[in-house]
């Protein structure tokens, strides 16, 4: 048994998706592949467009064998992370021998290069790092200049200006720090950037893929997203649980703001953003309005969103303090080789496997972090329109194919 | 200068109020008229359709000569807790000689002997109450019972059943409590009932006039309104400030109970309906149906509705225990009249009057009941769609005519 580990948001499932998946069981010759996959909300700070289930259908549907939930402290949080959170998961099955990720740059050497200094952190690439953040630059940023600093070499610190070499790198330094025997491959992404907001080309990228159905509908995408796709968010939005936006949580976050709820235990709030947030609340009722006034050099809107979603789902810096990594595998859905696979994990992790949600507190130790995804899914289901139900984690099927 | 006083909601102020207000003037030969007025929320446990300037401009276009706020949370308590604020504050004025209130019943007599009932409490009288509580009848409807009980008079007792009367009586038994020399009036009320859901006859009850509203537009109300009702309605519903309903605030609402917000400090809560509020919305996204689930023989939907209120304005029973009544006179409009008015209230008067919202950390010295008026206002204003600011106490103008 071979096995291929990705890590995925399927937010939704589209055709370069499929792509990525196809290519890296090519490449790595595996024979059975695991998701690790965002839950209800995403690293863009954002809930996805369907549930966890909808996307884990998905999954199964484009060839994942066997699909089990980031938990949402990780889902949600920075790409080094978002990165540790899932790698530190994979590792935990015992049964993964490969990764494979999506990367604009399509080689390991230079990623490689760059995770490994950054891992290791020299004094000199520390210095100028501190200098570019104290100027107000972007981590991204301060971090991309640093390097080329210390290396001099304009293409490897440039290898740093897109978002799926970012993630790359910290995949990479995620195994290195772990001592992870997992190898990494990675594919050449194809098709348009992961924030272009166009539908073009082969392969159009999520971002575009969900504004255009926040515009329009789902018929003007459906030559970017394989048929499955198609047909479980028509399913869905017909039944009323999706599409779910960040708007539908407003009246939430308004009312946090404006009632004083305190933003300073929330991980990346620093630098009195929290004054900078509670002001704009102040001035406007709309969230765009308000992540508008917000931002700046330093705070991207990604940033500025994924504050306020900790701040609705109550996660604060202490719980990534006291947790090295998720303590349980949220399995989502399976089919036949999935459980085999899940089979092979039993006997060989030393981490609690969840598939009765209502047994959770007897398997898991600590529960706080699995209690944040609970919760997490007790706020997304407020965005279904004519289905409501609480605590749908302890009810919901697990998707077998 | 001979003073009326009257205690109002006019959400939104109709041909029913009008004939109050002109008759009461007649029946007091007052030349002067203060109403106190709900703020943005209203004893049935909801938002005001409009916020409150906007009511207080109807106010004085109808004849009022000055507006005082209610405070919000007399505003949105029982009848008993809403007519003792109302008065207290009418009275602590220390100009209104009389006020006037409409009650189906239409006349004193009645009315005067069951306040006076109620107000001392008989050992029998408390004695059945309390029975027919424990076997689970409302409030009303048990001290219907047991005023029947110890009268004997069917009359009498029956004179319980409408809300206004209710209302009367309450504001009876608040001025007797407080000694005021107010003298109180009445007026028969006319047309449909209070809680009339349909359009009919000379006077609308406002609960059909805003249920037509929500359904329809505001061209079917404009026989039950006066001409500039309509004006004010049309106009804020254009700038996007309106119709405001409970509904707005239903992601905040299950939020806070998928939360597990405490409940039981809420005024009114007891006899575990926190605990089958809890239940309720795990069950529902809707808060209409939850409020269904919730309701029972003890518990009306605007007993379950305020409740929900005071969770989201963070108003809870020791605020009242702490308070006699308001301490501060909160003005939202006047015309020449009222102008003179304000003059005479601020020789005699002992609590501080708020013209200057940014004034009241010095004016007023506990300022917990006042802060909850400002969060209202936050609160409500997160309804508005094209207009967003928060803290709009400190920046809206006093209404002048």
Not at 47 to 56: E, G, N, Y
Not at 312 to 327: A, M, Q, S, T, V
Request: aromatic share 10%; charged share 30%; proline share 3%.
């Amino acid at each position: 048994m071979e096995v291929l580990g990705i890590v995925v948001e399927y937010n939704p499932l589209h055709n370069g998706h499929l792509y990525h998946l196809q290519e890296s069981i090519k490449i790595t010759k595996c024979n059975y592949v695991i998701a690790v996959m965002s839950g209800n909300f995403v690293q863009r700070g954002e809930p996805a467009i369907l549930d966890k289930w909808q996307r884990a259908e998905m999954a199964l549907k484009g060839g994942v064998d066997l699909v089990i939930e980031l938990p949402v402290i990780y889902a949600t949080s920075t790409a080094e992370n978002f990165a540790y959170g899932a790698i530190k998961l994979l590792d935990s099955l015992k049964v993964v021998d490969c990764i494979s990720f999506g990367s604009e740059e399509g080689s390991l050497e230079k990623l490689t290069k760059i995770a490994d200094i950054l891992l290791e952190e020299p004094p000199e690439y520390r210095k100028h790092l501190k200098k570019y953040l104290e100027n107000g630059l972007t981590f991204a940023k301060a971090r991309e200049l640093a390097l080329l600093r210390i290396t001099g070499d304009k293409e490897l610190s440039k290898t740093l200006q897109t978002s799926n070499n970012i993630l790359g790198i910290e995949y990479l330094k995620a195994l290195k720090k772990i001592r992870s025997p997992i190898v990494p491959f990675t594919v050449k992404r194809k098709g348009a950037l992961y924030t272009s907001t166009k539908l073009e080309g082969e392969f159009a990228s999520a971002t575009s893929i969900r504004k255009t159905i926040k515009d329009h509908t789902t018929e003007k995408i459906k030559n970017y997203v394989p048929s499955f796709t198609l047909e479980i968010l028509e399913r869905n939005f017909s039944e009323g649980k999706g599409p779910v936006y960040f708007e539908h949580f407003s009246p939430i976050i308004f009312y946090l703001l404006r009632q004083g709820h305190p933003l300073q235990d929330i991980f990346d709030v620093a630098e009195g953003i929290d004054n900078k947030i509670y002001k704009a609340a102040a001035e406007t009722n709309h969230l765009k309005e308000l992540i508008k006034l917000v931002k700046s050099k330093r705070y991207t809107e990604s940033r500025i969103r994924r504050i306020l979603l900790h701040l609705i789902l109550g996660i604060d810096k202490r719980l990534f303090k006291e947790f090295d990594g998720p303590n349980y595998i949220r399995v989502l859905g399976f089919n036949e080789k999935g459980q085999k696979i899940l089979k092979e994990i039993k006997k060989k992790s030393y981490i609690p496997i969840i598939t009765k949600v209502a047994q959770y507190k007897e398997k898991i130790s600590d529960t706080r972090m699995f209690e944040k995804d609970l919760f997490a899914t007790d706020v997304y289901t407020l965005a279904y329109k004519n289905f409501g139900i609480s605590k749908l984690d302890f009810y919901h099927p697990i998707i077998k194919l």
